[in-house]
């Protein structure tokens, strides 16, 4: 059975041998359900029998999981390693990701390990249109959106909760993996099912009106930056393949895009309501 869900006005499948299992265990798909379309980004299979296969060109571990990426003439295999269960999973995906695999069973879903697996599937699949994924934190305040960028562990969650202790009318957008779009001369940025420990999963679109790196500091200040600084600032936070030229380049001219209609900033900041309130006063002005 073929189930659809629309993010970021993409639309993407899943075929499940056991959709009452799929929608129990996911429930962070659920905002995001939609009717059959035609116009799929890509489809994800579960249930599919597939082997390792390809040479190994990159590898990285989290806290939690490992991946490897291997690549051969007919696209990618993906593995994935959870450091602390000892469970595995695969996926193979053609060159540019609209058509997935998974040997994941239907009857036995780890969240996790899917949850991976459609970020990687739809980030690379949509990164050629104008659609990024962003490692971020977003407030929204008086129909706007303002993304917080930084290195993991950096405070981007942190800052947004003193945005929602003490911007009255700030509100959470999403908390870990939101969506921004470029459509003809405007930049959206959109929920997402993916929002981390905020589990935050909203079908929701706004202007993006600011960007912030943060940067832990014992005291608090911010500056605008443009240029190769706002870049800077925000390649190290989207979601990519770098050793693909067409698909980097596809990204670095959606940022170029983006650091030239949107403000830029840099906040070296404390963990406290005067960094909040300087965000604010700069941003929202």
Same mark, same amino acid.
């Given at each position: 059975?073929? @189930?659809?869900?629309? =993010?970021?006005?993409h639309?993407?499948t899943?075929?499940t041998?056991?959709?009452?299992m799929l929608?129990?265990? !996911?429930e962070n @798909?659920?905002?995001f359900?939609?009717i059959?379309?035609d116009?799929i980004?890509f489809? @994800? %299979?579960?249930? &599919? /029998?597939?082997?390792e296969?390809?040479?190994?060109v990159?590898?990285y571990? +989290?806290?939690?999981?490992?991946?490897?990426f291997k690549k051969?003439?007919?696209g990618?295999c993906?593995?994935?390693?959870n450091?602390y269960?000892?469970?595995?999973?695969? !996926?193979v995906?053609?060159?540019?990701?609209?058509?997935?695999k998974?040997?994941?069973s239907s009857d036995d879903?780890?969240? !996790?390990?899917l949850?991976n697996?459609? !970020?990687?599937a739809f980030?690379f699949?949509t990164?050629?249109?104008g659609?990024?994924?962003?490692?971020s934190s977003?407030?929204?305040?008086?129909?706007?959106?303002? &993304?917080f960028?930084?290195?993991?562990?950096?405070g981007? /969650? +942190?800052h947004?909760?003193?945005?929602?202790?003490y911007i009255?009318?700030? +509100?959470?957008?999403n908390?870990d993996?939101?969506?921004?779009?470029i459509?003809? *001369?405007?930049i959206?940025?959109?929920g *997402?099912p993916?929002s981390g420990?905020?589990a935050?999963?909203?079908q929701?679109?706004? =202007?993006?009106s600011?960007? +912030?790196?943060?940067?832990?500091?014992?005291?608090?200040?911010?500056?605008?930056?443009?240029?190769a600084?706002? %870049?800077?600032?925000?390649?190290p936070?989207? /979601?990519?393949i770098?050793?693909?030229?067409?698909?980097?380049?596809? @990204?670095?001219l /959606?940022?170029?895009k983006i650091?030239k209609?949107?403000?830029?900033?840099?906040?070296?900041?404390?963990p406290?309501?005067?960094?909040?309130?300087l965000?604010?006063?700069?941003?929202?002005?």
């Amino acid at each position: 059975m073929n @189930l659809y869900y629309r =993010v970021a006005e993409h639309i993407f499948t899943i075929s499940t041998a056991n959709p009452i299992m799929l929608a129990a265990r !996911m429930e962070n @798909l659920k905002p995001f359900e939609s009717i059959k379309s035609d116009k799929i980004i890509f489809s @994800l %299979f579960l249930d &599919a /029998s597939i082997e390792e296969q390809g040479k190994e060109v990159h590898n990285y571990d +989290t806290d939690v999981l490992s991946y490897r990426f291997k690549k051969n003439d007919n696209g990618y295999c993906i593995l994935f390693n959870n450091r602390y269960y000892q469970k595995n999973c695969m !996926m193979v995906s053609n060159a540019d990701f609209t058509e997935i695999k998974t040997n994941m069973s239907s009857d036995d879903i780890d969240n !996790m390990f899917l949850n991976n697996i459609l !970020m990687f599937a739809f980030s690379f699949s949509t990164i050629k249109t104008g659609t990024l994924m962003i490692h971020s934190s977003v407030a929204v305040f008086d129909n706007k959106a303002y &993304a917080f960028l930084g290195k993991s562990g950096t405070g981007k /969650s +942190t800052h947004l909760g003193l945005w929602l202790k003490y911007i009255q009318g700030a +509100t959470l957008l999403n908390d870990d993996n939101p969506i921004i779009r470029i459509q003809d *001369s405007n930049i959206y940025i959109y929920g *997402s099912p993916w929002s981390g420990k905020g589990a935050v999963y909203l079908q929701e679109k706004y =202007v993006l009106s600011g960007v +912030t790196r943060l940067k832990q500091a014992p005291y608090n200040k911010i500056e605008s930056i443009s240029g190769a600084k706002a %870049f800077a600032a925000m390649l190290p936070s989207c /979601s990519k393949i770098q050793w693909e030229h067409d698909s980097f380049n596809s @990204l670095c001219l /959606s940022i170029n895009k983006i650091i030239k209609s949107v403000p830029i900033y840099c906040l070296e900041c404390l963990p406290n309501e005067a960094a909040a309130r300087l965000s604010y006063q700069t941003l929202v002005k």
